[in-house]
């Protein structure tokens, strides 16, 4: 920062003026972007222009998985310690933002982190709530190497304001029928755990989705993919599905890859010269 600052003579004294904290709001928030979150959180220290910034960034990233080696054990006394220090600092950044009299815009949060025990889930439950009272868009969970899989909470399901969903190491066991994503536009889930009837429940209450990827989630054996007049990619891999099902009038981009599948019904699909298609050991018939 003292490489930016320019030093003017008046009555003989130096005064110092920062220029960059002078910059718009957005620019200083854009220059945030291209930093991790830890570092973004100690610009507040500059100033309390900065500390204004900071408590309105709305790009929000937190990697426990970063600060901690594969190489150490979990249960290896400095590794307690990081993680108990990775939890003191998300909770002060939440609880810092949660203290601003108008709850500040989320644009993005990203959230890679090990459920270990209950302790650990309801940790999680409170920051996601607080994300998603805040408007979140993009709302990106990574749960693997847990000790237990994370139940999504409900109100996940039914943001209006949520763009992008990614899931990774959950599971989804509500079998409510009100889920309402309105806005979502891509929807990615890795390694979720669910049922056939919650996953119809997803696609029926996403009437807006573009980009659709299902891998590797187990519990799904039939999978219908109809309604969705907007969707124009699809993936669809390693899920053990028995049945697939697909309506999907305005499709460029479709790959599946599935094992066991005894039935593929893809109805017809919009003609157009950039539909590209990928089946891999599919095993079953085509109707």
Not at 172 to 200: E, F, G, T
């Amino acid at each position: 920062m003292d490489s930016k600052r320019k030093k003017f003579t008046v009555d003989d004294d130096d005064v110092v003026v920062d220029r960059i904290s002078e910059l718009p709001e957005d620019v200083l928030q854009h220059i945030l972007s291209f930093l991790p979150t830890k570092q973004v959180f100690q610009s507040t220290l500059l100033s309390t222009r900065w500390k204004h910034v900071w408590t309105t960034f709305p790009i929000l990233k937190f990697d426990e998985t970063s600060m901690l080696r594969s190489s150490e054990n979990k249960n290896d006394p400095e590794v307690k310690i990081k993680r108990r220090n990775f939890y003191k600092f998300l909770n002060k950044c939440i609880r810092l933002r949660s203290r601003q009299s108008q709850r500040p815009h989320i644009k993005n949060f990203t959230l890679m982190d090990s459920v270990q025990n209950h302790k650990s889930k309801s940790r999680v439950d409170r920051w996601i709530g607080f994300v998603v009272e805040s408007n979140v868009e993009e709302l990106i969970l990574f749960f693997g190497g847990s000790r237990i899989r994370y139940p999504l909470p409900h109100s996940v399901l039914v943001a209006k304001s949520l763009t992008v969903l990614t899931l990774h190491s959950c599971k989804l066991d509500s079998i409510r029928s009100d889920i309402n994503l309105p806005s979502l536009k891509r929807l990615s889930l890795l390694s979720v755990h669910a049922d056939n009837q919650i996953i119809q429940n997803l696609i029926f209450g996403c009437p807006m989705i573009e980009d659709m990827g299902i891998s590797c989630c187990r519990g799904i054996k039939c999978l219908k993919i109809f309604g969705l007049p907007k969707v124009m990619k699809i993936l669809v891999q390693n899920n053990h599905l028995d049945r697939l099902e697909l309506e999907a009038p305005n499709l460029r981009d479709l790959c599946i890859i599935e094992g066991r599948l005894s039935e593929l019904n893809l109805l017809p699909l919009k003609k157009s010269k950039n539909v590209t298609s990928k089946y891999t050991k599919c095993n079953g018939k085509v109707v």
